[in-house]
C-alpha cells in the first residue's frame, strides 16, 4: 500500500522545481500534481519529473494539470469548440506526463452546465444561462469516449471525480449519487472514480442528504471502481481544503473503502488536498493520521460497516 499522496496545490503557484525540493526535504515523497504553478511545457515537466524519479518520488497528474500557457477553465461537457480543444490539448500533455513517470491514472471533473469564468480570487462565476441536465451529461460522455482509447493506450487508468453543487445555483455534474449512476452508466467498465470527501460532504450539506447513506450506496454499487480518494475537511457549505485531523469521520471511512477489493487488481491511492493550510507541522500531522487509518484498514474485508 502506498503512503498518502500529497497534492501539489499546498504549494500554490510555487515553481514545480521548488515544490520537489521542499517535499524532498521533507520526507514527502509521493505528489499529486494539481493546479495552480507557474507554466512549463509538458516536455520540460516530463524530463523535470522523470528526473526526479531516482530520488523515490511517485506522481500522479489531477484535473487541470499541466498548467497551460493560456489559462481556461477546463470543462469536458462544454459546447464551445475552443474550450473543448483547449481540454483535448491538456489531455494530450497529461499522457505525456503520464508516461515519463509511470504514471497509472488522472482524474478529472466531469464538468458544468455553462462555461464559467475564473475570477481573481480562484472562484467560478457562471453565467446566468446553462444548457439542460441531460445534454450535459452527454456532451461529458461523449468527450470521455473520444479521449479513452488514447488513455488506454498509455496504460493511464482514466478517473471521473464528483463535484459539488454550489449555493448561486446547480451548475455542477456528477454530485449526487444518482448523477454519478447516469454518469458512470454511460461509460465503459474500465473507467474508474475519483471519489473526493470533501465535495461528498458539501453535496450533502447543501441538498439535505445523510452523508452515511450517500457514502453506503456510493459503496454498494462503486466501491471497486474507486482509484483515487481525496481527503480535505470543510464546513459543508464551501469546499475549503482544511486538514484532515484526528477525530475526523473521514479518517474512519477510509478504512472502509480500503477494506473493499479494487477492480482488475489495481492499485487504490489515497491523497490530501489540504490546500487551505500553510502549516506545514499541521500538514504532515494530517499525513500522518491518514496513513495510520489505512494500515489500520489492512485486512479489513469489506469495511466497517455502520
Not at 521548488?18 to 507557474?38: F, T
Not at 511545457?41 to 498548467?67: K, T
Request: glycine content about 8%; some cysteine; proline content about 7%.
Amino acid at each position: 500500500m502506498s503512503p498518502c499522496y500529497l497534492s501539489s496545490s499546498c504549494f500554490s503557484m510555487m515553481p514545480m522545481e521548488d515544490v520537489l525540493s521542499q517535499c524532498r526535504q521533507r520526507g514527502i515523497m509521493h505528489l499529486e500534481w494539481s493546479a495552480p504553478h507557474p507554466w512549463m511545457g509538458a516536455p520540460a515537466i516530463a524530463g523535470l519529473l522523470r528526473d526526479s524519479l531516482p530520488h523515490g518520488f511517485a506522481f500522479v497528474p489531477h484535473n487541470y494539470f499541466p498548467p497551460p500557457k493560456r489559462d481556461f477553465v477546463l470543462n469536458i461537457a462544454s459546447e464551445n469548440e475552443a474550450v473543448k480543444d483547449d481540454c483535448r490539448r491538456l489531455m494530450t500533455d497529461v499522457l505525456e506526463i503520464s508516461a515519463a513517470v509511470n504514471a497509472p491514472l488522472y482524474g478529472v471533473h466531469a464538468g458544468y452546465l455553462a462555461d464559467p469564468v475564473a475570477g481573481a480570487d480562484g472562484m467560478f462565476r457562471f453565467p446566468e444561462e446553462t444548457i439542460p441536465y441531460g445534454r450535459a451529461m452527454k456532451n461529458s460522455i461523449a468527450f470521455v469516449e473520444e479521449i479513452l482509447p488514447s488513455f488506454r493506450a498509455a496504460g493511464v487508468r482514466l478517473l471521473i471525480e464528483n463535484l459539488f453543487p454550489v449555493p448561486q445555483g446547480e451548475f455542477s455534474l456528477n454530485c449526487s449519487f444518482e448523477e454519478i449512476k447516469d454518469l458512470m452508466a454511460g461509460l465503459g467498465n474500465d473507467v474508474g472514480l475519483l471519489l473526493d470527501l470533501g465535495h461528498l460532504n458539501v453535496t450533502c450539506e447543501l441538498r439535505g442528504i445523510r452523508r452515511n447513506r450517500m457514502i453506503d450506496a456510493y459503496l454498494s454499487e462503486f466501491g471497486s471502481r474507486i482509484f483515487e480518494v481525496h481527503l480535505s475537511e470543510n464546513n459543508g457549505r464551501a469546499d475549503e481544503h482544511k486538514p484532515v485531523l484526528p477525530g475526523s469521520w473521514q479518517l474512519e471511512i477510509i478504512k472502509e473503502i480500503q477494506g473493499i477489493p479494487v477492480a482488475e487488481s489495481g492499485e487504490r491511492i489515497f491523497c490530501l488536498e489540504a490546500r487551505r493550510s500553510r502549516d506545514f507541522e499541521e500538514i504532515q500531522l494530517s499525513l500522518d493520521c491518514i496513513n495510520d487509518s489505512l494500515s489500520q484498514a489492512t485486512g479489513i474485508p469489506g469495511g466497517l460497516g455502520r
